[in-house]
């Protein structure tokens, strides 16, 4: 491990537009249809177990994980196999996809009974069976990060609640809505998996979450902190670092710093799992926009297209110059309203003309205002220079690789330079040549 007495890590003051915090989580349980995509996760694609006829339930599986590293899929809603299909994902790849007719009755699966869970084995066996993905964003299947490597000291359960990405609020109306579930998810990965201390990490502008979460922490073992609002607050290294004053070395995972980094409504589903035996099959998302008719929080079927959950949210108010699947930050944009839910989409954003920027791609003015903000302390100007000129090797020298696209850099750039596009695009011709090899 490596210790700093103050480490320094950038950070950017973005406004939070918090609109739908005091909104309360309604639910959505009407789609006709529901399209479950079998990669929604990091890792190898989900396997088809399913044919066109076929019945299921709510927590059918209806797509087996292709290996260690992925995640089991499963029915969201009661109903009729209608098909397979493939589609193009936000990020360009082709997915393979099954279409479920709803009957209206979401029905459970009759076979969903609790999993029996007594150590570390059983519990990372049982979260392998329940297609939990990291529900921040990311989508890296839980199982694997809860498989501790042998041999690595883990003394810390860091829970992310800091959500410091703008608009997004589903995470905080966990805390105010279910803090008893966080609580207790958190008491049950730490006792199981043997961890000795447990955090739970909420920026200062949720002071309703802290104090309920302190209260039911009381005599749990368990410190609630406080931490600045700031971008990219929530970023896992980042939070490792000020959390625990350690850093997690280039290339290296958070076991390395001895720590384990689960989002806030990780653990709460973590504690209904546990209870219920219910697979991921819903998410919580917030809905918001100029473009939409009414902020909200919704609690949706996973696989329900977009449309739907606008629909739902009032519909569209006006024009929509872009639509986010996430956060204005590290969200990605969306084709078309067609698209389904995911497992670990947090917010759906209708953005209008006025909301929505526009990058020239001026010439650098060569202020540094990108490297001050980066939270990875990386030169985002000068790999943007070794990308253009076609040269991977400075690229990989200059630390690309170590980027988490956060989009601090192009926030804050004077010129209004595609930085963040060009940083994942440096990582892509990175990937590239090392394949070749």
């Known amino acids: 491990m490596i210790f700093l007495k103050k480490p320094h890590v950038s950070s950017t003051r973005v406004p939070h537009y918090k609109n739908t915090q005091d909104c309360a989580t309604e639910k959505l349980l009407s789609p006709k249809s529901v399209t479950i995509l079998l990669s929604q996760h990091i890792g190898a694609p989900a396997a088809a177990c399913v044919a066109k006829g076929d019945h299921v339930y709510v927590g059918t599986l209806v797509g087996k994980a292709g290996g260690f590293v992925s995640a089991n899929v499963h029915s969201s809603v009661s109903g009729t196999v209608s098909g397979l299909t493939e589609l193009v994902n936000p990020m360009g790849a082709h997915v393979q996809a099954v279409i479920i007719e709803s009957d209206g009755q979401f029905t459970p699966n009759p076979s969903i009974a609790p999993p029996e869970v007594s150590d570390a084995k059983s519990l990372v066996a049982a979260i392998a069976q329940s297609g939990l993905v990291g529900l921040g964003g990311a989508g890296f299947p839980t199982h694997v990060k809860l498989s501790i490597p042998e041999g690595a000291n883990v003394d810390t359960l860091i829970v992310n609640a800091a959500e410091c990405e703008p608009y997004i609020t589903s995470d905080y ?73 350690r850093v997690v070395p280039a290339g290296k995972l958070p076991a390395d710093a001895g720590c384990l980094v689960l989002n806030t409504a990780t653990v709460s589903f973590i ?105 990875m302390n990386l030169s985002p100007a000068e790999i943007q220079t070794a990308f253009e000129r076609g040269d991977v090797e400075e690229m990989q020298a200059l630390g690309a690789m170590n980027c988490i696209e956060c989009g601090s850099c192009t926030f804050v750039c004077p010129a209004k330079r595609t930085i963040t596009q060009i940083m994942r695009l440096s990582k892509g011709e990175i990937r590239k040549a090392a394949s070749k090899k």
Not at 209 to 232: D, F, H, N, W
Not at 322 to 342: H, N, R, V, W, Y
Not at 349 to 374: D, M, T, W, Y
Request: with cysteine; charged share 20%; hydrophobic share 40%.
């Open 173 to 245: 109306r966990e805390m105010v809505e279910f803090p008893e579930r966080i609580i207790g998810g958190v008491c049950k990965v730490r006792e199981l998996l043997g961890i000795k201390r447990a955090v739970i990490a909420v920026e200062a502008n949720k002071p309703a979450a802290i104090e309920t979460l302190r209260r039911l922490s009381e005599g749990k073992q368990i410190e609630v902190i406080k931490l600045p609002s700031t971008y990219p607050q929530g970023a896992e290294k980042v939070l490792i670092t000020n959390v625990t004053g």
């Open 271 to 375: 504690h209904e799992y546990l209870r219920t035996g219910m697979p991921l099959v819903s998410k919580r998302l917030t809905v918001d926009g100029g473009a939409v008719a009414r902020g909200c929080n919704l609690m949706v079927p996973i696989g329900t297209p977009v449309r739907e959950v606008i629909e739902a949210a009032g519909g569209y108010s006006g024009e929509c110059a872009k639509l986010l699947m996430g956060g204005p930050m590290m969200g990605t944009a969306l084709a078309s309203d067609e698209f389904p839910i995911l497992k670990n989409n947090n917010a759906i954003l209708a953005l209008s003309p006025e909301q929505v920027g526009q990058l020239k791609n001026n010439p650098c003015i060569r202020c540094g205002r990108c490297i001050e903000a980066c939270p």
